[in-house]
């Protein structure tokens, strides 16, 4: 009796806890600029597995500084290089697990009905741009490269009073948008993300900043890091590249030193 | 520092003309408030009573929507003044004076509507204007309701924040105290680098409300 039941009390619990067992919540921290990417991604991946991902989007700075103060997250997917760096440098990030996920380019924008006809980035000097919105450069990795661009163009004293930071890339997009200010500087992505109510002008010279490269790598104060790299690396996975591809991100390394956008 | 003392100015720049166009606007109409009666006035007063209970970022957002480039009334100052109030230390005023009009509005009506009424009356049967009764007799026995409203508002003025990052935005070297703050904390700088900033903002409000203190002190010893 005593050998029959307990095999059979095991089965049960094994039953029961299965389906806890095998499906699991992570929270992912991502930069806001491949948010509708992530969403995509998430379903195809929760259909596959199971497991749900429960993402917080933001400026990559700002969730750094989450990350650092002890937000419960498990992974981190980064606009920037700089943010990861720091991550791994502080030691809050498990070693090895990071990764490249997706490539972007620069653009600059104007809003849909700008009467201004922009042409060109050296355009923005002119006295009739009022305001110039960007990523706030100390938090946002958008705006650090779109900081990095005018510099190089040697644009950057010019039009320094006329700058308006936002507070992600997405609040730059919104107040072009809107057309509170004449032109912003967002990526590649979010212009095709918004579609025609704002208008690209002009790319940034890739080699006007550094490369916009999106990396991942996985908490190490998370308790579900396997699960966090299951999700992860599914965006490496053909799957998750063919989504990240439909939405505009570069996803294979460019043979060529070049990485200029695939601007639709 | 410099970052620190441009905040500051701006910051006292703002509050102090908010300040200015809130008495212009409240005083008068806590007047009328509290000697009229006339349909609808209950709502009015709620209305204007709102903002001290409702989320800034609310207030903000209609803001926003009013004063846009694209906006209800922003359409028309754009068109004939060419005047943008968003990213505009004047957008941060408006913000700040329908915020702090309520901590004005409130003690300035109950301080009209307790004001022995005989003397405006006998004011006015010895020949004076109504203007010069409000200027010559109310005005001055409500003051002391009038003063600290004054520096309530300025003090609310000072520290507002939700509706004002809606609409004056964090733009380079024209962030007010507050903004500064959410601005460096948001960018990952140390905290305690932050704490000229909260130390002048406390510091500010904390005097403004202990000049209430004082006042109230000094003027009710008068009276006695």
Redesign the interface.
């Given at each position: 009796m005593r050998f029959t039941l307990l095999p059979a009390c095991l089965c049960l619990l094994a039953l029961i806890g299965a389906p806890f067992a095998r499906s699991e919540t992570i929270s992912i921290a991502a930069a806001i600029s491949i948010k509708e990417a992530l969403l995509e991604a998430e379903i195809a991946y929760a259909k596959e597995t199971g497991d749900e991902v429960e993402f917080s989007f933001g400026?990559s700075?700002?969730l750094?500084?989450q990350i650092?103060n002890g937000a419960p997250i498990d992974g981190f997917i980064s606009a920037a290089s700089e943010q990861v760096d720091e991550l791994e440098k502080s030691k809050l990030a498990v070693a090895g697990s990071r990764r490249v996920v997706a490539m972007n380019g620069l653009v600059l924008i104007v809003p849909a009905g700008s009467k201004l006809k922009l042409t060109s980035i050296k355009d923005l000097t002119r006295d009739d741009v009022?305001?110039i919105a960007i990523g706030?450069p100390?938090?946002v990795p958008a705006g650090q490269y779109a900081m990095q661009t005018l510099a190089s163009l040697k644009l950057d004293q010019a039009i320094?009073?006329k700058?308006?930071?936002?507070?992600n890339v997405r609040q730059v997009l919104d107040?072009v948008q809107?057309?509170?200010?004449d032109a912003g500087f967002v990526y590649a992505t979010d212009a095709q993300q918004i579609g025609d109510r704002v208008k690209v002008i002009a790319n940034a010279p890739a080699d006007s900043h550094e490369p916009i490269v999106y990396s991942r790598v996985i908490v190490a104060a998370s308790k579900k890091q396997a699960a966090a790299d299951r999700f992860l690396s599914f965006l490496g996975s053909p799957a998750g590249k063919q989504i990240l591809e439909k939405r505009g991100f570069i996803t294979e390394a460019p043979a060529k030193t070049t990485t200029q956008p695939a601007s639709k | 520092m410099n970052d620190l003392l441009r905040s500051l100015a701006l910051s006292l720049k703002i509050s102090i003309v908010a300040t200015i166009v809130t008495a212009a606007l409240a005083i008068p109409l806590a007047f009328v408030l509290a000697r009229r009666r006339f349909w609808g006035k209950s709502l009015i007063e709620a209305l204007l009573t709102l903002p001290l209970v409702l989320p800034p970022t609310v207030v903000g957002y209609f803001l926003v929507i009013l004063l846009?480039?694209?906006g209800w009334i922003g359409r028309w100052l754009n068109e004939w003044f060419d005047l943008?109030l968003?990213?505009d230390w004047r957008g941060a005023v408006v913000a700040a004076v329908v915020v702090s009009f309520p901590l004005l509005f409130l003690p300035a009506k109950s301080a009209f509507a307790s004001i022995d009424r005989e003397l405006e009356d006998i004011a006015t049967v010895m020949g004076a204007s109504p203007l010069r009764i409000f200027w010559h007799v109310s005005l001055p026995m409500a003051r002391r309701g009038i003063v600290s409203g004054l520096l309530l508002a300025f003090a609310r003025a000072l520290g507002e924040f939700g509706a004002t990052v809606m609409i004056l935005?964090?733009?380079?070297?024209h962030q007010t105290l507050p903004i500064s703050i959410y601005?460096d904390?948001?960018?990952?700088?140390s905290l305690e680098s932050a704490w000229p900033t909260w130390l002048a903002i406390a510091s500010l409000s904390l005097i403004s409300l202990l000049v209430i203190l004082a006042y109230n002190r000094s003027a009710a010893l008068f009276q006695e």
């Open positions: 400026a700075g700002v750094l500084t650092k009022k305001k706030q100390k938090s320094a009073g700058i308006v930071n936002g507070a107040y809107r057309g509170e200010v | 846009g480039v694209h943008h968003i990213f935005g964090d733009l380079s070297g601005a904390y948001t960018s990952g700088r």
